[in-house]
């Protein structure tokens, strides 16, 4: 079986959004306002279609075996040497074998078809096994015409074989014809372009026909045996009725990606392939065609194997990384077709080394460096002498590739003063994930959302055009990925953990050594009950844990239960660290007893070591912090404290002892940037046991409330003095919420009891409940509450809704506006709070009716929510038409009218 | 085993010219400057000197290549003259020529002399150089400035020592403010105003975060030293308690360590450390905070010389920043750094600015630094680091009175 094994796609991050090209040059050329929908897709000042055609070649390849590869061909008419072979350039970036055969398929927008056609027959021949086929396109436009609105760049690589086969080819037609809807001279930057009529009916719908029908009857098949019919069109209704004079039904068909991408020449019908493979299942029929001077048709069917392809990008993924943009000068900058004033720092000589370029292709063009054999340093660039100091052996180094190494950001900066053409030019070290270290420009990022350690992967860029000597220079940046958010690390914090060698102690223990913190890992050694005492055994074992990790942290064995043994914990921290910034008051025991058993010793020993404990600890090492200016203190509750459990009166009071500890603490710690929390670990109990699913007492582990107790340890964590629940992945917050209440009686009547009762309701309701952070707050609460009877406040600040807006439009109408005006607008309005109004406005005076009213002037289509949005002003409605948000049919123009008709906002 | 520097070599004269955007005059034109002041101060005759070591960085838009535009532009007598350079130790580099000429005792008499005229580019920064950095390292080097690259120390230093970005720009800007205030007191200077931190705050950025005052500035100049033995010099009437002399000239080259091993978290020079170690060894110095006395460091950017203080073993290491909100650097602060306006003030002839450093100690060991004079100092160091901090040469020289 032979046919396509693999397959990627690439489209530039950048989306022109096209009523940006409108806005600025609708003056000049009003009807481009009828194609000014939607986005297309743009390439970065620094990419091109080889740069693209690398990208997704590399998509292609993962989990695929390069060196098995043994041709590659590039398809496009826009490559950046008209004689040197572009195909070699991606393969040496591609870093695939020497001995392999390469092409460049150009000069028709067939070529990405033609390509692929021309290594399945090779494939099909035997004479090769594994072809890469890469098809890219940025081709260049005049402005302010159609096809800058149409066109969009973009690259999409299968790879043919007849291994692992995900689509098998299963035949193909084609039919040439030297005909010609546009064409660009060789001399020429741009297309010269026939009517679009022309194109259309005489082309498209001829010729497309001709290549299908004439597969059909080869293969014997019918549309049938096509569950996706591929094929590029610049025109929707052109694109449909093709569709439908084939006999495929509009769910075969698949998409042109005209919305959101535009048509990426070359590599378009190779894009909406993978758009078709991503969402097929085994056994669809797929029918690819390609158009220009002719067409190819090509017919696969999908096998099982599609399910078995690595995870990536691919066409979904490539749509989804983007970033919208509504600067057209940019985009016309990036594309050279504005000349602006770069200054004399621009003119600094730009030459490539042919030769130094040849000697270190694979280090320039495919991003290889080197890895010691001797002591294993991945280094770059690789060098006769290894780069380790404690290494320095010659010649020990192999191949190693860095293009898809996985790296950091160690530094970076935003250079205005550097030339460039989309400052600052952004560039900093990166630091590779397995070793090697490189200072490298970013690009696909901005300034503000860089931020130290945040990952970046690497893309085949063109670092610099010698427009004197007509030159392309390439080479590897780093793109950040800015949907990272830092993890919270603790590099250079001190933290004690109390009870720490096991259950959540340890687990605090634990992560805060692997995230940096130097940890004091604090354990009595006793049993549960309290019993028996300095066991080294488990804070040794957490504290060489950590140590494994490659963490720091020193074992204590003290007692929190006597002011010595919290004396003698901080001081640990303070010899072997020099400072505390975390404690986390964890330890405890347990004496459960019914309150009638509940002798005095089992009272005094779980209040010792819960309450005391905390204090004892506390006390110290809150001077430590306070003396640093920073801490962070955790407070261990209980529900049992919170809401009370059978058995644990003891337990329960030490436990919501610690919660009036923190109140008063976090108060005290305020000023000295001391925050205070506590944490009320969720534990099972009997009952809850066994009336608990089984996954979630899984989930009931010290790592489900790890989390939750490290970000409160965090420099991010500014809350102080709140209590909250966590276990098994729940997370709430727990207060002591204070109700509205109810002042009674005056200065000569005392309440009675017979006042109480008959305001119990009042006094008693927690309507309207809250929190208060100190004593004095409440107080003046207390004593100054809302007067009896006073109104509730109004729900919802002036809340429009759909209905209410048309029903309020009779009184917004502004008859002088409308005078002469004939016009109807039909609002189909999407949601639920939606619906259909009719608003007929004639001789300046309006009627608004529910349903749908006859022949519309214009027609509005809108989300519910936007709809309400736009009217308050909220949405602009040039932003709302570009975003797509808002759709208008019939008279565009007309829709105008309604702002000044209807004037909401007055 | 070799004995080091310390008090071999006395300098006898020196000579700066007054720096800034010296429209008026080239490079032959800034020599004469430099060289007669320092001929006049030496009180020798040119045919006594018997070799010169002459440094300048960009020769292509400044000099030409070679050594005979020092040779015509002094009308020097065929004496043996090398041109040294050595990024932005090029001025360092030719003192240490000359010294070691004398110390060797292949000469009696030595001149250094280091100049560079910049302002004939045409633009502001440092001249851009293309494809003439090499034809292999021009093909990967990023699309980086000099700001750029050493804008970098800050991020790396607030991400090293978990400070705010504000703390660092409060730092680095007194940092500024202190040097601005120093070279307003230099008639030789090219800045000479003084700024106030909210000035350099509110300045445009140049290469995030630095702004417009966090970086030097660029301009021509030239400076030059004679240098002889003690004992030469005190048979030409120098008398030995003024006399100034060397106590250590040191250089280190990186290695390809910080910007290709995976250790070096980008927050200070490899560099300057190690050779501050090698320097105040050599001069035998064993407690630089107390026993250096004032320093000029290479302040290209502010941010340079912050993490300088560090690498130069005066500060510890993460509190360079406090100390010099602390003012401990400003003139009157424990150890005052470039007392004369720095780099800061006046700009960065690459050639000249290491003997321009030691022209300020010069005159301040003896007593003639005028309003910048600063009480009995003992040591005065010079620091000038060339490259990147990932990519660099740093060279130290320290000068004393002799015998102390």
Redesign the interface.
């Known amino acids: 079986m032979i046919g396509i094994t693999s397959y990627g796609a690439y489209i530039p991050r950048l989306r022109l959004d096209r009523m940006a090209i409108y806005q600025s040059m609708g003056w000049f050329a009003p009807a481009l306002i009828s194609v000014a929908q939607g986005e297309r897709s743009m390439c970065n000042y620094d990419e091109d279609s080889l740069t693209m055609a690398v990208a997704a070649s590399m998509d292609c390849l993962i989990g695929k075996d390069k060196t098995k590869i043994d041709a590659g061909y590039l398809c496009s008419t826009s490559l950046p040497f008209l004689d040197r072979l572009n195909a070699g350039i991606m393969a040496t970036a591609l870093n695939l074998r020497s001995d392999i055969n390469t092409a460049d398929f150009t000069s028709s927008q067939r070529a990405g078809t033609t390509g692929l056609l021309t290594a399945l027959d090779v494939v099909k021949s035997g004479s090769r096994k594994s072809i890469l086929v890469t098809a890219s396109d940025k081709r260049q436009t005049r402005p302010a015409g159609f096809y800058e609105m149409w066109f969009g760049d973009g690259a999409a690589s299968v790879l043919v074989g007849d291994e692992d086969v995900v689509a098998e080819f299963l035949g193909s037609y084609c039919v040439t014809y030297d005909f010609v809807d546009h064409y660009r001279g060789s001399k020429s930057e741009f297309d010269y372009t026939w009517e679009e009529r022309w194109l259309r009916e005489e082309g498209y719908a001829k010729i497309i026909p001709e290549a299908v029908n004439g597969l059909f009857k080869k293969l014997n098949i019918t549309m049938n045996d096509v569950q996706k019919l591929v094929f590029p069109c610049l025109f929707k209704a052109e694109h449909r009725a093709i569709g439908k004079k084939l006999g495929a039904t509009p769910e075969k068909l698949v998409d042109t990606m005209h919305e959101v991408t535009g048509e990426t020449g070359v590599a378009h019908a190779l894009l909406m392939l993978v758009g078709a493979l991503e969402s097929s299942k085994p056994g669809d029929g797929i029918l690819l065609v390609g158009f220009g001077q002719g067409s190819d048709a090509l017919y696969f069917k999908v096998t099982e194997n599609i399910g078995k392809l690595a995870e990536r990008a691919g066409l979904k993924g490539s749509l989804a990384n983007k970033k919208t943009t509504d600067n057209y000068m940019k985009f016309l900058k990036f594309r050279d077709l504005l000349n602006p004033e770069m200054g004399i720092r621009a003119e600094a000589p730009v030459q490539t080394t042919m030769t130094a370029l040849w000697r270190n292709r694979r280090m320039i063009l495919g991003f290889v460096g080197g890895k010691c054999r001797d002591c294993g340093t991945a280094q770059y660039p690789r060098a006769d002498l290894c780069v380790n100091p404690a290494c320095g052996h010659l010649g020990t180094q192999d191949d190693y590739e860095f293009a898809n190494v996985k790296a950091r950001v160690r530094s970076f900066t935003g250079d205005l003063l550097a030339v460039s053409v989309d400052p600052p030019a952004i560039y900093g070290m990166v630091q590779f994930e397995g070793g090697g270290r490189f200072m490298m420009d970013f690009t696909d990022s901005e300034l503000n959302d860089i931020k130290i350690g945040m990952p970046v992967r690497m893309s085949f860029r063109r670092r610099v055009v010698d427009t004197v000597r007509g030159f392309s220079q390439y080479f590897w940046k780093a793109v950040p990925q800015t949907d990272w958010t830092p993890e919270i690390d603790f590099q250079g914090r001190v933290a004690i953990v109390t009870g720490a060698g096991g259950g959540l102690g340890r687990a605090y223990a634990l992560e805060l050594g692997r995230r940096g913190a130097k940890v004091v890992v604090n354990d009595f050694g006793g049993a549960r009950d309290g019993s028996g005492s300095g066991a080294a055994g488990p804070a040794d074992m957490v504290v060489e844990a950590i140590k494994a990790m490659g963490g720091e942290a020193v074992a204590n064995y003290d007692n929190v239960a006597t002011p010595e043994g919290g004396q003698k914990i901080v001081k640990t921290a303070l010899d072997a660290f020099g400072k505390v910034d975390i404690l986390i008051n964890n330890a405890g025991i347990l004496r459960d007893k019914g309150i009638l058993k509940m002798e005095p010793e089992n009272w005094q020993a779980v209040l010792a070591v819960h309450l005391n404990g905390a204090y004892n600890v506390t006390r110290p090492a809150f001077e430590a912090m306070r003396n640093n200016g920073y801490g962070r203190i955790i407070m261990t509750t209980s529900a049992a404290g919170l809401y009370g459990n059978f058995g644990q009166t003891n337990y329960s009071s030490a436990k919501l002892g610690l919660v009036g500890f923190m109140n008063t603490l976090k108060l005290e710690g305020a000023k000295y940037n001391i925050k205070v929390n506590t944490i009320a670990p969720i534990a099972a109990s009997r009952l809850t046991q066994d009336m608990m699913p089984p996954e979630m007492l899984e989930r009931m582990n010290p790592d489900y409330v790890a989390g939750i107790v490290l970000y409160l340890c965090s420099e991010e964590c500014k809350d102080s003095g709140s209590i909250f629940n966590a276990g098994a992945g729940f997370f709430s917050r727990a207060a002591i919420l204070t109700g509205p209440g109810v002042m009674l009686g005056d200065e000569t009547h005392v309440p009675t009891p017979e006042m109480i009762r008959d305001n119990w309701d009042k006094i008693n309701s927690l309507e309207g409940a809250k929190p208060y952070s100190e004593l004095n707050m409440a107080i003046m609460d207390f004593l100054t509450p809302p007067a009896a009877g006073a109104p509730a406040p109004p729900s919802g600040a002036g809340g429009l809704d759909v209905a209410g807006v048309f029903k309020k439009m009779p009184s917004v109408f502004n008859a002088a506006a409308a005078a002469g005006k004939d016009v109807t607008f039909q609002f189909n309005i999407s949601g639920p709070a939606g619906g259909d109004w009719f608003v007929a406005v004639k001789d300046g005076t309006c009627s608004i009716t529910t349903g749908k009213g006859a022949n519309p002037t214009t027609t509005i289509g809108m989300a519910d929510t936007d709809f309400v949005d736009l009217i308050t002003g909220k949405l602009d409605g040039m932003k709302a038409f570009s975003s797509g948000k808002l759709k208008v049919g019939g008279d565009m123009m007309k829709s105008q009218l309604i702002g000044k008709l209807f004037k909401f906002n007055q | 085993m070799a004995s080091g520097i310390r008090d071999k070599v006395a300098i006898i004269g020196m000579g700066c010219s007054r720096f800034g955007e010296r429209w008026d005059i080239g490079a032959e034109g800034l020599m004469v400057e430099a060289f007669q002041e320092a001929i006049a101060d030496a009180g020798i005759e040119k045919k006594d000197i018997q070799a010169a070591w002459y440094g300048v960085c960009m020769d292509e838009i400044n000099v030409g290549k070679g050594a005979p535009s020092m040779g015509v532009a002094l009308r020097l007598p065929n004496i043996p003259i090398s041109r040294m350079e050595n990024y932005c130790a090029t001025g360092t580099e030719a003192f240490r020529g000359a010294v070691y000429g004398v110390a060797s005792g292949a000469y009696d008499i030595c001149l250094a002399l280091g100049v560079e005229k910049l302002k004939d580019?045409?633009?502001g920064?440092l001249?851009?150089?293309?494809?003439?950095a090499g034809?292999?390292m021009?093909?990967?080097?990023?699309?980086?400035?000099a700001?750029?690259?050493f804008?970098?120390?800050a991020?790396?230093y607030?991400?090293k020592?978990?400070i705010q970005n504000d703390d660092i720009k409060q730092a680095i800007a007194h940092v500024s403010v202190k040097s601005h205030a120093n070279g307003a007191l230099n008639p030789k200077a090219h800045l000479r105003k003084a700024v106030t931190v909210d000035q350099v705050l509110a300045a445009?950025?140049?290469?995030?975060?630095?702004g417009l005052f966090d970086c030097c500035g660029v301009s021509d100049g030239s400076a030059c030293a004679i240098v002889t033995t003690p004992e030469i010099a005190q048979k030409l009437g120098r008398k030995k308690k003024d006399l100034v002399t060397v106590k250590a000239v040191q250089l280190a080259v990186s290695?390809?360590?910080e910007?290709?091993?995976?250790e070096w978290?980008?927050a200070n020079f490899v560099t300057t450390d190690k050779c501050a170690a090698a320097t105040y060894k050599e001069a035998g110095i064993t407690n630089p905070r107390e026993e250096i006395s004032m320093f000029e460091c290479h302040d290209c950017f502010s941010i340079t010389e912050l993490v300088t203080y560090e690498d130069l073993h005066l500060s510890e290491r993460g509190q360079a920043w406090k100390d010099a909100l602390n003012g401990m650097y400003d003139r009157d602060g424990k150890i005052p750094a470039q007392i004369d306006g720095g780099l800061k003030c006046f700009g960065h002839p690459i050639g000249a600015s290491g003997l321009r450093m030691i022209y300020e100690m010069y005159l301040q060991l003896q007593g003639r630094a005028d309003k910048r004079q600063l009480e009995n100092p003992r040591y005065g160091l010079t620091h000038n680091l060339g490259g990147?901090p990932?990519q660099n040469v740093c060279a130290i020289s320290i000068i004393g009175k002799y015998g102390k």
């Open positions: 580019t045409g633009y920064g001249p851009a150089w293309g494809s003439t034809t292999l021009w093909q990967f080097f990023p699309n980086a400035t700001p750029g690259l804008a970098q120390l991020s790396a607030v991400a020592y978990k445009p950025i140049i290469a995030w975060p630095l290695n390809g360590y910007g290709g091993f995976n978290d980008g990147f990932h």
